[in-house]
């Protein structure tokens, strides 16, 4: 009770500090006026041709040569006040490229080497803006964004030392108290690389904009994981794909749990083997949500009972599989299109006037139009699922592996080389990526803020675009920035 209290008060006295950092960043930014919200921040960097402060401060480092990416990291704390750098630097721009390039709002180096990173976003600290929360290894980061880059706010740690993959992090509210949750899952490695244990957590949001309660939920070996609202019930659902076995010997399962104020397991169900993504729709439109699943055979669907359970299975033809996208069939929007990864947590608004409702995961599956979602699995092909008719072959660039629902029911989709809009006759490339990054994971922001994340030779970087009309593509030579740390980060072990 008294640790419980001490780390209430802990979270608060941390999230006040937040957020006068922030509100002193902005201001000495002069990206904002004084009494404006930290969400304007984003708003601010909406138009492309605008000369972008982040650019601007990567490629005011001349003095570092491209070639050697530990020099740029190894000065993190030289870094002056924000808002100086960005003014000074802004000249420098102009003069030597004057032509208005779309290109990245940020770009930072946000973990070092590590086997494996995911990044998410979602409101989970602080106010009702959104962070960007990438989970490098064990460590699960708090981003909040800044005139210039990032702030770190919070830094949540996987008590333990072995290699770790995970799935990409879920912002929803779980336990059903109106306040987003961030749910993490991990699994654990072994020397050959296969599963070892792993970890599915829920922690709570809190009401002083920290966090509550770090629960493990389940002891599983999460690979994919969703958040999204199954039973009818207060509480975002969960579901979570379970590695079992690196060597085909046991059979990957789906787990589903009834969010509440004590989640507890709906339903179990066995997949083949290797499962790499889950996504939960409403395909056969009875106003049930069902379960579709990719492993290495390829994708299966499972209808739902409108209880959280999924009895009936049947095969879709896909040889293999990497990603499943969802785009529901009563959205208008982007933002309610929701996805295996990151979808439920695109509630935050640039205006935290009109963020009202955080419930946005939550919608009954009654509310569901009588036109069936439309899905489309991801792989050496994108197959479009709609209904009950045969799947059909989407035109689309090879080699994708990681795909979002986007703007005006196109898919995000990244390859090696490159982030493309995709849909019917179309094929835009939005990011181009350099030869040197080796692209990740993917996750949207209110249906336009695009974050990449990429492994380059010095470690983790994360790179921030608002889809428009160009490609954003990085100049030449330039260099991540490092992420601050705010005065009072906030960093807690998950035992
Ligand atoms: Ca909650
Ligand atoms: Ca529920
Ligand atoms: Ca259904």
């Not at 973990?111 to 990173?117: K, M, R, T």
């Not at 108290?177 to 922690?203: C, F």
């Not at 509550?212 to 009818?232: I, K, P, R």
């Not at 040889?319 to 990151?342: F, L, M, N, P, Q």
């Amino acid at each position: 009770m008294g640790q419980k209290i001490a780390a209430a008060l802990r979270a608060l006295g941390i999230l006040l500090g937040i957020w006068g950092v922030l509100g002193a960043i902005a201001y000495f930014a002069g990206v904002i006026p004084p009494d404006a919200e930290l969400a304007d921040d984003d708003s601010a960097s909406e138009t492309e041709a605008t000369p972008d402060p982040e650019t601007e401060v990567a490629e005011a480092a001349p003095a570092v040569p491209a070639t050697d990416p530990e020099v740029a990291g190894a000065t993190p704390d030289t870094i002056g006040p924000v808002g100086e750098v960005a003014t000074e630097t802004a000249g420098t721009e102009a003069a030597t490229e004057p032509e208005a390039t779309p290109a990245f709002t940020r770009h930072a180096r946000v973990c070092d080497s590590v086997e494996h990173a995911r990044v998410g976003v979602g409101s989970v600290v602080g106010d009702a803006s959104p962070e960007r929360i990438v989970i490098c290894g064990r460590k699960a980061h708090v981003f909040a964004p800044t005139a210039s880059g990032y702030a770190r706010l919070a830094t949540l740690t996987l008590e333990g030392d072995a290699q770790v993959r995970m799935a990409p992090p879920v912002v929803a509210d779980v336990n059903g108290d109106d306040l987003q949750d961030l749910v993490l899952g991990w699994t654990q490695l072994d020397a050959e690389g296969g599963p070892d244990g792993g970890t599915l957590r829920v922690i709570a949001g809190d009401p002083s904009g920290g966090f509550g309660d770090t629960d493990a939920l389940a002891a599983l070996s999460v690979v994919a994981l969703e958040a999204t609202e199954l039973d009818g019930r207060p509480g975002a659902d969960l579901v979570a794909l379970h590695w079992a076995d690196g060597f085909g010997r046991r059979p990957s399962e789906a787990y589903v749990f009834a969010g509440g104020p004590s989640p507890r397991r709906l339903a179990r169900r066995r997949l083949r083997h290797d499962g790499v993504a889950v996504a939960v729709a409403d395909l056969n439109a009875d106003g049930h949500l069902d379960l579709i699943t990719l492993d290495a055979e390829g994708a299966q669907i499972a209808d739902g009972d409108g209880a959280g359970r999924f009895p009936r299975f049947r095969s879709v033809p896909l040889e293999a599989g990497r990603d499943i996208v969802v785009v529901r069939s009563g959205s208008t929007g982007a933002a309610e299109a929701d996805e295996s990864r990151d979808g439920d947590g695109a509630d935050g608004d640039a205006d935290p006037e009109e963020s009202a409702d955080p419930e946005e995961s939550a919608e009954p599956p009654e509310a569901a139009a009588p036109v069936g979602d439309t899905v489309y699995l991801v792989g050496d092909s994108v197959l479009r699922l709609q209904g009950e008719a045969e799947p059909t072959t989407l035109a689309a660039p090879h080699g994708i592996l990681r795909a979002l629902a986007g703007p005006e029911g196109a898919l995000v989709a990244m390859t090696r080389q490159r982030v493309a809009l995709v849909g019917d006759g179309t094929d835009r490339t939005v990011v181009d990526l350099p030869g040197t990054f080796r692209p990740a994971d993917i996750a949207l922001l209110e249906g336009r803020t695009l974050l990449v994340l990429g492994r380059t030779a010095g470690g983790w970087e994360l790179l921030e675009t608002e889809l428009g009309e160009g490609t954003a593509r990085l100049a030449p030579g330039t260099e991540a920035a490092r992420p601050e740390d705010a005065p009072l980060v906030l960093d807690l072990v998950l035992h």
